[in-house]
């Protein structure tokens, strides 16, 4: 009997397993869409348009927030490959729905995120869809972070990543093609370049002293003088600088064990040099858990050829990876 139960154990262990290890497919920041025909009306179809065709802020070019793809609703339901999306949305309309929103992750595969909208009404789904846009988005978002971190992980710079973790006592996910760049007192530049692109991450840890260093204007004041002190430009005079012609996107966010943190999208370019360069960061602000030191984590992009979208997300992943040194 003894036996029976270990072997069993160890049948459910390797099939628990096998669940996790399920990935999820589907590009960067694509969604999948299952409704039925007679649903994906004129009135539908524009207000999914509305919400994730809509063009991500603080992009120096206009990009549609997601890529959206289109399902019926039978066909998500019996097809393995649908199932295995990683974002998946499903708008069911009909009399009698209970006019509710269910987010679920990992249903199917992981990381995944699905968003079940049970409406009575076109009208009914509508608002639904408005009521719990910022919490859709969220969960997709976190969603793409975490398989950013994954894909990373798999091809892991261990070196790299020991030296950031005992340089400021916490950890950042870095891919094998990333490479320390500069580093000075509480601070480090690492990067990713190619001949076509070029993906930087700045980490900056500087003494806490009161929560005025935490008010938005402080926060942009900070990073342009990390940016000018640590990043040249290929001209003798010029430096890196944020783009205050073009309004920054703050926000509160959850983060890593730490009771606030501010994430800043917004531009970057060279100032003071003929050099025309320039692209989006986004940047997380926040008080280490011990209250001592204030952590800025700044990620930024040049891919002046290409669109820059996924690569943001790929820097907005690292910066999510952050796991205190217990």
């Known amino acids: 009997m003894l036996s029976a139960v270990a072997l069993l154990a160890a049948c459910n262990s390797r099939q628990n397993e096998a669940i996790v290890q399920k990935s999820s497919s589907g590009k960067t920041l694509e969604v999948l869409v299952a409704a039925d025909k007679g649903q994906m009306l004129k009135m539908t179809r524009e207000l999914i348009d509305s919400v994730f065709l809509q063009p991500q802020g603080c992009l120096p070019q206009p990009e549609p927030r997601f890529d959206v793809v289109n ?54 789904l509508r608002d639904l869809l408005r009521k719990y846009e910022p919490n859709i988005i969220n969960a997709i978002y976190e969603a793409e972070h ?37 580093e000075d007192d509480g601070f480090a530049w690492i990067r990713k370049e190619t001949k076509d692109i070029s993906l930087g991450v ?18 942009y004041n900070r990073l342009d003088t990390i940016m000018r002190r640590h990043v040249p430009s290929p001209s003798e005079d010029g430096y890196m600088g944020t783009e205050r012609r073009v309004p920054f996107e703050t926000r509160n966010v959850d983060y890593e064990n730490v009771d606030y943190c501010i994430e800043t999208h917004g531009l970057w370019r060279l100032v003071a040099t003929e050099d025309r360069m320039g692209g989006p960061f986004v940047s997380y602000s926040m008080i280490s858990p011990d209250g001592k030191d204030v952590i800025d984590l700044i990620g930024f992009v040049y891919a002046p050829r290409f669109n820059k979208r996924d690569y943001l997300m790929q820097v907005e992943g690292i910066c999510n990876s952050l796991r205190w040194n217990k």
Do not use: C
Request: glycine fraction near 2%.
């Open 71 to 124: 399902v019926p609703v039978s066909s998500l339901r019996n097809t393995h490959m649908f199932q295995m999306h990683r974002n998946i949305i499903i708008l069911e309309v009909k009399n009698g729905n209970p006019d509710k929103v269910y987010i679920s992750r990992d249903k199917w595969a992981a990381p995944q995120v699905v968003v079940d909208i049970a409406a009575s009404s076109e009208a009914s």
């Open 146 to 182: 975490k398989r950013m971190v994954k894909a990373f992980h798999n091809v892991r710079n261990v070196e790299l990543m020991n030296r950031v973790e005992e340089k400021f006592g916490f950890s950042l996910v870095f891919s094998e093609d990333f490479m320390w760049a500069s």
């Open 202 to 219: 700045l980490i900056n840890v500087t003494p806490y002293r009161n929560q005025d260093m935490m008010t938005p204007e402080k926060i």
